[in-house]
């Protein structure tokens, strides 16, 4: 009885091999490497070791495979009937082997992948669709992507539908631990809505984490679910001339969706590489990879940040005329019809995204805090306040601003406060809308807020976690002379601004007509009392100052309280 011919070791680190062959001494056998891109233009090479005298037709056992660093994988060895191994690499960083696959006879391929534990440490685990990371429908380039990021710090920001329109929780590889409350994750989600005459156009913002590059930008044509996300048919890749991956001068991306799709995106970052512009989808659904083109000339003016602030139906316009879905609901510049950006409450996982920079807005909100309290000295409406210029930026690097709106008798201003937004007419003859937008959650190239997004105060949840809706009520009384407007003392619109997401948290300003004596002083105090209750408490407003802000709005309404009508 013939023995059975002695098992075969196989050595990664002669891959580079020329000619690209070795022999392994233990069982004498000469091994022929082959090397290709697989899956086709994913940007990952695939070495295929197998027995060059049968060219992979005689099976052998395979008695340990060696890595690149000359040590045997633990996990991986005694397999029989064996015809080929393959290793699979990232073509930008080939020092560590991702996935290993050992193709048997009657077994087909099975694939390990090499990820990194949640002690920094390297791993190896069998790959099928209840692992960690996943490998579904052979989809291999996806559960590459995952230890790409896993091994090297490079994310792949995914913009399918099932990612940013499903719970919009913070995302990352699926390979990756996560710590408390999602600390681990890679990639913030935040999403709002663009609405004018009924329609609106959907945006998500997907932020990258600090120290993170991002490796590949993909989608899935209609993605939801599993079955659609991880079909390597409805991948769809977007690249550009102008952009180089893999990349850390992208902090963010913006995408506009149509039918599901993304259609027109903005990569935000510190304006090197491609970033801080618009790109729009090509014409046709092609497989692969897509040429994305650069919008060089309606919209180089305009960044997402710039639309949370921004009411005017010509922005609007310019972002509606790229759209294929959009492109028929314009906004009539000559009529008063005002455009409603409506951000969506972002999930509480986000918290943990604010990382250092919310830890330290807490430490300078108490440090001012204590500063206030040292100010014993009483206020007046008409007297400057020296802390008019810190409220309109609280824990703000960017030069401070104001709402719109300024000092004009003839325009309301609105405040937000619970699930109300009050809101007053505009008066056609001063030029200004007098209804200032939410400021965004800031326009810095850091990516250490949540840049770019249209970020209103989220809804306190009601119970049972539930939010609930924003509704808009406008009040127009034609007939009655319009009440004169509080203003700071500067002039402006005093605002507070949260450090971590930037939102406005309130305007000031809510104004009556009807109210005199006693009855206005009453009415005065239940509405103070009301405003600061919907504050009080909430996790969006900064430690030390909702009673800032009941001052604020005490001032404000005693002096219009005492304003002639």
Known sequence: MAEDPPPVTIYLSKNKEIPPEYRDDGSGKLIKVTRDEEPPISNFTRYTHKDKDSDGISPFTLKEIWNDQNKPIAEINGTSNVTSV?????KHNKTKVLIVGITTTDRGTTYYGN?????????????????QPNLINNDLERTLDDLVCSNY???????SKGTSMGDQKPYCCRCTYHGPKGAQRT???????IKVNGRKIEYYKHTVKTGYRVAKIRYYDKGEGTIDTNNPDNRRRIKSPELAFPTSEIRSVSAFYCGGNPELIYFEGNGSNGTNKWYKKPPGNTNGDEDWTEVLLDLKSITPGELSRNTECETYNKIANELSCASTVTCPTTSTVTVDYEPTQPSSQQEAFAGERKQKSKTEGVRREKQKQSESSPRSSNVADPRTDELNGIGDDKPKETLRGGSDPNTWLQVTAASQTYRGPEDGDSGGNGHPAPAGPGDSASGGKANGVSETPPVPPAQGGQSEPTTTTTHTEPSHPTPRSASAPDGTHAKVTDPVSGAILAGAGYFFATSAGSGAAGFLGYKSYKFYQSFKGDPWVIYGYPMDIMRILMDYLVDAKNAPL
């Open 86 to 90: 393959e290793a699979y690499y990232w």
């Open 115 to 131: 990820r990194k534990s949640a002690d920094g440490n390297n791993e190896w685990t069998r790959l099928h669709g209840g692992s």
């Open 187 to 193: 990639v913030s989600l935040f999403s709002g809505n």
């Open 153 to 159: 710090d490079a994310v792949t920001l995914d913009l």
